[in-house]
């Protein structure tokens, strides 16, 4: 065997031992004590170090015949790290120069660029591959990323691009079907895009969102431990008002991110939430009898003119009303009067809702969740709504020894469920939630 067939065999052993690193920093979760989670970016930075170190002792750039795989693997391996880093870029592109069509070392680049923040150059390395091979799963995630993470001149190019995305999300799956990873960055498009479209689409997105998530996790563990992915799971279960599900994927989440402050405050506010709106429930206790009288009267006195005057109206289900201790869980065929007691403001899109706590005329209690409205836009305290054909849920939350237990109402169209004060809530009231998608490790 010839001195450079000997290089060349180490130089395959050395590619050998990168994608065991790779496995090593992408299943850290699974295979690593949990007290070593928070040390995981250290150990594996320190194992890379060690495998550069030892490359560059035993391999010999002179005695090496293909100089583009050469430099593309010590490219790939400082790569492994989460930040950019100049090195990797110039190894990377010697490579491409020796060897311009050298598809990984382009995925490689593009995944450098994007650590820098360049994202239109990234994209064009990883469309730089797909026309080599449109079938490149790895190009197709990436370029789906790219695309919906783009900036953007007007909400329709935005959207378009979006569109794009998840096209490309689908085609990767149609290379691998059991590819998690890929899975998951189809939910992640799905859930950019559910948040731009009309109630109608949106629905559907949805679905389809909790669907690729739930396919993702089952179908690789890796993906399981990746806390951004859980963290965006989240959000779609907590806007689904799956609420104990949510807060599992958020705690899951800060296990294999502890320092993640965003995550933790996210799970922090949850829990308060659920406190919140248990308190509230009782806080007729706090009303003296005759502000909970007057509440009362008011209630009985709405409720009497909406059975005369809609005694007729199938819309307004003839004008039969119930008090909350009458409603069955799910819809229910009548109107519900009620006086909004107080308001709960999100400035910080934690519930994608407006919750309202208001008080019928038996002076009973339940929390009311108003989606698609403009934070402050919606009824007040002191104002008194009325709801057709409410829809009531019933939840029970355990965490951490705690339970917590309430019934709401969802009103998910508040255009067509909703009164407040004798009026139509009004078009320049709605607006979709904004739901932010965390690219980590996506």
Same mark, same amino acid.
């Given at each position: 065997?010839?001195?450079?067939?000997? &290089?060349?065999?180490?130089?395959?052993?050395?590619?050998?031992?990168?994608?065991?690193?790779?496995? +090593?920093?992408?299943?850290?979760?699974?295979? &690593?004590?949990?007290?070593?989670?928070?040390?995981?970016?250290?150990?594996?930075?320190?194992?890379?170090?060690?495998?550069?170190? =030892?490359?560059?002792?035993? #391999?010999?750039?002179?005695?090496? %015949?293909?100089? !583009?795989?050469?430099? +593309?693997?010590?490219?790939?391996? @400082?790569?492994?790290?989460?930040? +950019?880093?100049?090195?990797?870029?110039?190894?990377?592109?010697?490579?491409?120069?020796?060897?311009?069509?050298?598809?990984?070392?382009?995925? &490689?680049?593009?995944?450098?660029?994007?650590?820098?923040?360049?994202?239109?150059?990234? @994209?064009?390395?990883?469309?730089?591959?797909?026309?080599?091979?449109?079938?490149?799963?790895?190009?197709?995630?990436?370029?789906? #990323?790219?695309?919906? %993470?783009?900036?953007?001149?007007?909400?329709?190019?935005?959207?378009?691009?979006?569109?794009?995305?998840?096209?490309?999300?689908?085609?990767?799956? =149609?290379?691998?079907?059991?590819?998690?990873?890929?899975?998951?960055?189809? !939910?992640?498009?799905?859930?950019?895009?559910?948040?731009?479209?009309?109630?109608?689409? /949106?629905?559907?997105?949805?679905?389809?969102?909790?669907?690729? +998530?739930?396919?993702? #996790?089952?179908?690789?563990?890796?993906?399981?431990?990746?806390?951004?992915?859980?963290?965006?799971?989240?959000?779609?279960?907590?806007?689904?008002?799956?609420?104990?599900?949510?807060?599992?994927?958020?705690?899951?989440?800060?296990?294999?991110?502890?320092?993640?402050? =965003?995550?933790?405050?996210?799970?922090?506010? $949850?829990?308060?939430?659920?406190?919140?709106?248990? /308190?509230?429930?009782? =806080?007729? %206790?706090?009303?003296?009898?005759?502000?909970?009288?007057?509440?009362?009267?008011?209630?009985?006195?709405?409720?009497?003119? @909406?059975?005369?005057?809609?005694?007729?109206?199938?819309?307004?289900?003839?004008?039969?009303?119930?008090?909350? &201790?009458? $409603?069955?869980?799910?819809?229910?065929?009548?109107?519900?009067?009620?006086?909004?007691?107080?308001?709960?403001?999100?400035? /910080?899109?934690?519930?994608?809702?407006?919750?309202?706590?208001?008080?019928?005329?038996?002076?009973?209690?339940? !929390? #009311?969740?108003?989606?698609?409205?403009?934070?402050?836009?919606?009824?007040?305290?002191?104002?008194?709504?009325?709801?057709?054909?409410?829809?009531?849920? !019933?939840?029970?939350?355990?965490?951490?020894?705690?339970?917590?237990?309430?019934?709401?109402?969802?009103?998910?169209?508040?255009?067509?469920?909703?009164?407040?004060?004798?009026?139509?809530?009004?078009?320049?009231?709605?607006?979709?939630?904004?739901?932010?998608?965390?690219?980590?490790?996506?």
């Amino acid at each position: 065997m010839t001195e450079k067939n000997d &290089e060349e065999e180490e130089l395959n052993r050395f590619e050998d031992k990168i994608k065991q690193l790779y496995n +090593y920093r992408d299943s850290y979760f699974i295979t &690593e004590p949990e007290e070593s989670f928070s040390a995981k970016n250290a150990n594996v930075d320190k194992k890379v170090d060690e495998l550069f170190k =030892e490359f560059n002792s035993k #391999i010999n750039l002179n005695k090496i %015949s293909d100089k !583009a795989n050469y430099y +593309y693997l010590k490219g790939w391996l @400082l790569n492994i790290k989460n930040d +950019y880093d100049k090195e990797v870029f110039d190894l990377l592109t010697k490579s491409i120069k020796l060897r311009p069509n050298y598809s990984v070392a382009w995925i &490689e680049l593009g995944e450098c660029y994007f650590k820098k923040g360049d994202l239109k150059l990234a @994209l064009n390395c990883f469309e730089t591959v797909l026309k080599q091979n449109p079938k490149e799963k790895k190009a197709l995630r990436y370029a789906s #990323i790219m695309l919906r %993470s783009l900036p953007w001149s007007t909400p329709d190019e935005k959207k378009q691009n979006v569109i794009k995305s998840i096209d490309l999300a689908k085609k990767a799956l =149609e290379c691998d079907l059991s590819d998690g990873q890929s899975w998951a960055v189809l !939910a992640n498009a799905y859930l950019t895009f559910a948040f731009m479209t009309n109630r109608m689409e /949106h629905n559907s997105l949805t679905k389809n969102c909790k669907s690729a +998530y739930q396919k993702a #996790i089952m179908i690789d563990k890796n993906v399981a431990t990746k806390a951004d992915v859980l963290f965006n799971y989240a959000s779609i279960l907590q806007y689904e008002e799956e609420f104990e599900e949510a807060l599992t994927c958020l705690v899951n989440a800060s296990k294999y991110d502890p320092e993640w402050r =965003e995550l933790v405050q996210r799970k922090q506010n $949850l829990i308060s939430f659920f406190n919140d709106i248990c /308190h509230k429930i009782t =806080e007729t %206790s706090n009303l003296s009898g005759k502000k909970l009288n007057s509440l009362r009267d008011r209630c009985r006195s709405d409720e009497e003119k @909406l059975r005369k005057q809609y005694a007729n109206n199938l819309e307004m289900c003839n004008g039969q009303t119930k008090q909350l &201790e009458q $409603l069955v869980d799910g819809p229910n065929e009548c109107l519900l009067v009620c006086k909004v007691q107080s308001y709960t403001s999100d400035i /910080h899109n934690i519930f994608y809702c407006s919750v309202l706590n208001v008080i019928d005329s038996n002076g009973n209690n339940m !929390a #009311i969740f108003i989606y698609d409205i403009i934070n402050g836009r919606g009824p007040k305290s002191g104002d008194s709504i009325v709801v057709i054909r409410p829809v009531v849920k !019933a939840h029970h939350i355990r965490y951490d020894g705690n339970e917590y237990r309430f019934r709401v109402i969802k009103i998910s169209k508040p255009l067509h469920e909703l009164y407040v004060n004798n009026r139509r809530i009004g078009v320049d009231c709605l607006s979709i939630p904004i739901i932010n998608v965390t690219l980590k490790s996506d």
